[in-house]
């Protein structure tokens, strides 16, 4: 951030940290223990920006929870707001005439009725929900190993899950490590590619789950896993892809977060660990990139002997905004070498995606789309990997009213749909590789 930013940012920090502490003196409202609302702050103007920029920066002093930052005007923030605070913010943003419509009047309920519907210590979800993971699994069962899709899987079903598909397809799967988490759960992904102990093909790289709560991601994730394994030897498509390819799929890249959202139905707080909610965190990643063992893990990985120079595509999975996003990242206005390549294959891919359900995607970089550092591992896979086609892909929704709590009907549609966008980036690599002629 500027030095003009920053004097800026401190200012109205200061103002809105008067503002939240002096301005009410009275609540009339009902305590609702743990009830948490969904704001949508449409920023008009830079001067919302600004508001908005300087209450992210002292969002986690007030419990606030962004969902979706302040990144530029015209554009919406969607805020989670803990039931002691939905006063106070609905004054501040009454008071700078900033409109805005509460989108989730109860985050705990939402996430009971839908995606996260999981009963404590049970983890068995609605008839509903159930019947749409049968049809999941009926769909994949020409993988021998068995995944219950009729639950939300724990880290450690997702593990035992990928060792199981080792046992069954020991010629063209492996399970590896990357490291140990802060809690010291080890992070687990899988290789595919035949012949398993080829370590001279070119390699492609997928992972989720980086931020805890973006359950879509890991999902999506392990659909791909699915796909791959369940279709090799019969589809001639990804036959040809793990011949020629070595793929490293990391389905949950954070799994301390991700174990510990698994509770949070009960507490809505709990669902953002992981991510950075830190002040001025536009350039927080960017200023201490590997200080947490999951991304010094992927570093060491992504620059170890078995993939340096070979990775031709680095593709890593968030959610929400569908954005197929290329470097730099947190650079505006600043574009790789090769960008007219990463563009054309991320317009191809988001074509293709949309081919599926109409699912309309925008592609450009990090800093034109988001003004923010979202694109920090992808950007660091492009300038120090080396890796050419570097994506930092955010999933569904676009802005639809949920969020995070991706509608239980859109979880299969859009793994299904990436997986389609991801096709074309798997294509490029072939061709990078003389492997596959351009089909027009
Ligand atoms: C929010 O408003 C309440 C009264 O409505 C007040 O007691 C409380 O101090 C305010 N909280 C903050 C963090 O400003
Ligand atoms: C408040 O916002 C409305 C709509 O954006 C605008 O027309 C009006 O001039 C604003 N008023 C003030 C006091 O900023
Ligand atoms: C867990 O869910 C199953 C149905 O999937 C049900 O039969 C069982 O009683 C539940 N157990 C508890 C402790 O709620
Ligand atoms: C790959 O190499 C490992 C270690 O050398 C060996 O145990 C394994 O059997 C090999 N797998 C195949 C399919 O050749
Ligand atoms: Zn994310």
């Keep these: 951030m500027s030095l003009v930013l920053d004097h800026v940012c401190v200012t109205l920090s200061f103002i809105v940290l008067l503002f939240l502490t002096c301005f009410f003196t009275s609540s009339n409202g009902t305590p609702l223990q743990n009830s948490f609302k969904v704001f949508r702050i449409n920023l008009e103007s830079e001067r919302e920006l600004d508001i908005l920029k300087s209450l992210y920066e002292n969002a ?12 530029k005007a015209g554009t919406f923030s969607d805020l989670m707001v803990p039931w002691k605070m939905t006063s106070n913010i609905t004054a501040l943003l009454t008071t700078n005439n900033i409109t805005y419509n509460v989108i989730i009047s109860d985050v ?4 009971r009725e839908e995606e996260i519907s999981i009963k404590r210590k ?16 009926d769909e994949s069962s020409k993988n021998k190993a068995k995944y219950n899709f009729e639950e939300y899987g724990s880290y450690t079903q997702m593990t035992d899950w990928m060792k199981n598909i080792q046992i069954h397809y020991p010629s063209f799967t492996k399970v590896f490590q990357i490291g140990k988490t802060h809690d010291g759960r080890f992070i687990e992904g899988i290789k595919i590619g035949n012949a398993i102990n080829d370590t001279k093909k070119r390699a492609v790289w997928i992972d989720g789950g980086i931020h805890a709560r973006e359950w879509a991601a890991m999902h999506t994730a392990l659909y791909f896993i699915n796909e791959l394994v369940s ?40 669902y953002e ?7 001025c965190s536009y350039n927080y990643q960017g200023r201490k990139p590997f200080s947490e ?3 010094s893990a992927l570093r060491d990985m992504l620059l170890s002997p078995e993939l340096k120079g070979k990775t031709d595509a ?10 197929w996003m290329y470097p730099w990242g947190n650079r505006p206005d600043s574009y790789t070498e090769d960008f007219a390549e990463l563009k054309t294959v991320a ?8 081919s599926s359900y109409g699912t309309k995607y925008k592609t450009g970089t990090g800093a034109d789309l988001l003004y923010s550092a979202s694109g920090a591992s992808g950007d660091w896979a492009k300038d120090t990997a080396k890796v050419k086609y570097a994506y930092v892909l955010e999933l569904r929704p676009a802005s639809a009213l949920n969020g995070f709590i991706l509608n239980k009907n859109e979880l299969l549609p859009t793994a299904k749909e990436t997986w389609v966008g991801v096709k074309v980036v798997i294509d490029a690599v072939l061709r990078l590789n003389g492997l596959q002629q351009k089909v027009t």
């Design 60 to 71: 986690h002093d007030y419990s606030l929870d962004f969902w979706k930052p302040p990144t």
């Design 108 to 111: 705990s309920q939402l996430m």
């Design 122 to 137: 049970n983890y068995s979800f609605g008839t509903e929900l159930g019947s749409f993971f049968r049809r999941f699994n």
């Design 231 to 270: 279709n090799y030897g019969s589809d001639p498509t990804i036959s040809k892809y793990v011949d020629s390819i070595n793929f490293y799929i990391v389905p949950c890249l954070n799994p301390d977060g991700y174990e510990f959202s698994f509770s949070a139905t009960d507490n809505p707080m709990q």
């Design 273 to 279: 660990t992981g991510s950075n909610s830190n002040p």
């Design 293 to 295: 063992p999951e991304s």
């Design 314 to 323: 680095y593709i890593t999975m968030h959610t929400y905004a569908q954005f």
């Design 347 to 354: 317009e191809e891919a988001a074509e293709a995606l949309k």
